[in-house]
């Protein structure tokens, strides 16, 4: 499914504490049309702040796995009141995943290796989870068009006449 939905392409910050873990993801990010930075992560989990980003936040939070469990990291960045509904993105090697209640949770989670259509499907879903399914949105899959501001659903290009029940379940079973 794709929809024509903005991104808000700019800051990228990655949250790491090895710096070659972030390399790959960060080229990615630059070819998808963000600015990454990586944050670095201290012993006690905490992000070190960098001189002269006080008051700004990112347009989207990657976290990339390191050695042991990322979820207290997630936890600690989701509650983050400066990082407000900044969409976060959990990235996990594949023995690295451990399942918890917190892991459950997160906004999107990809596992390496991944590419950077991945990246980006679920950098959208990210948005989704934080901001919601934007009005103005046009929804694609396969033959199916779902025009979220004029409400309107085509098939194969033809529009399809429903209901208001119907239109709502549609676009509920779209979106989620």
């Known amino acids: 499914m794709t929809a024509s939905l903005s991104l808000g392409m700019g800051d990228a910050w990655i949250y790491t504490q090895r710096a070659e873990a972030a390399e790959p993801t960060s080229r990615m990010l630059a070819e998808l049309g963000f600015s ?12 070190v ?5 006080e008051g700004r936040r990112p347009d989207l939070a ?31 090697e594949p023995d690295g995943l451990a399942l918890s209640e917190e892991m459950l949770e997160v906004h999107e989670l990809i596992v390496s290796p991944f ?10 879903r990210a948005h989704r989870v934080v901001r919601g399914v934007e009005e103005h949105e ?17 098939l194969e290009g ?3 006449d429903f209901t208001y029940m119907e239109y709502e379940l549609l676009k509920f079973l779209v979106t989620h």
């Not at 990339?64 to 509904?85: F, H, I, K, N, S």
């Not at 590419?115 to 959208?124: D, R, W, Y």
């Not at 929804?139 to 309107?152: P, Y």
């Open 36 to 47: 990454p930075r990586r944050i670095a992560i201290n012993g006690s989990l905490r992000p």
């Open 138 to 154: 046009v929804i694609r899959d396969d033959g199916l068009e779902l025009n979220l501001a004029a409400h309107e659903a085509r």
């Open 115 to 124: 590419t950077a259509a991945e990246l980006s499907a679920q950098i959208a």
């Open 158 to 160: 033809s529009a399809v």
């Open 62 to 92: 990657l976290l990339v796995g390191g050695d042991g469990d990322v979820a207290p990291l997630y936890t600690r960045l989701r509650d983050d009141e400066e990082l407000g509904t900044v969409p976060i993105v959990v990235n996990v």
């Open 49 to 53: 702040p960098i001189e002269g980003d």
